[in-house]
């Protein structure tokens, strides 16, 4: 099996770009739980790397229908 990697708070805002706020928002709602090892609260990063992409689709998706309102083509995302 593949090893897990974790990280910390800070790389994870770093790699999907949020704040501090986010995480804890997150975190409250249980779309991205952190677990403790010892005294630290780490994050798998194959649940980072999931959100990511979720995200990274999200936002294509959302670029794709601003380009198409923009251009009068009021049509939604196939995906949405």
């Given at each position: 099996?593949?090893?897990?990697?974790?990280l910390t708070r800070e790389k994870v805002?770093?790699?999907?770009?949020?704040?501090?706020?986010?995480?804890?928002?997150?975190?409250?709602?249980?779309?991205?739980?952190?677990?403790?090892?010892?005294?630290?609260?780490?994050?798998?990063?194959?649940?980072?790397?999931?959100?990511?992409?979720?995200e990274l689709e999200e936002n294509a998706?959302?670029?794709?229908?601003?380009?198409?309102?923009?251009?009068?083509?009021?049509?939604?995302?196939?995906?949405?």
């Open positions: 099996a593949k090893e897990e990697i974790y805002m770093e790699i999907l770009g949020v704040s501090p706020t986010t995480l804890w928002r997150w975190e409250k709602t249980g779309y991205l739980v952190p677990f403790s090892i010892g005294t630290k609260r780490r994050y798998r990063k194959s649940e980072v790397d999931k959100i990511f992409q979720r998706c959302l670029s794709s229908v601003r380009g198409r309102m923009f251009r009068g083509d009021l049509s939604w995302c196939d995906d949405v």
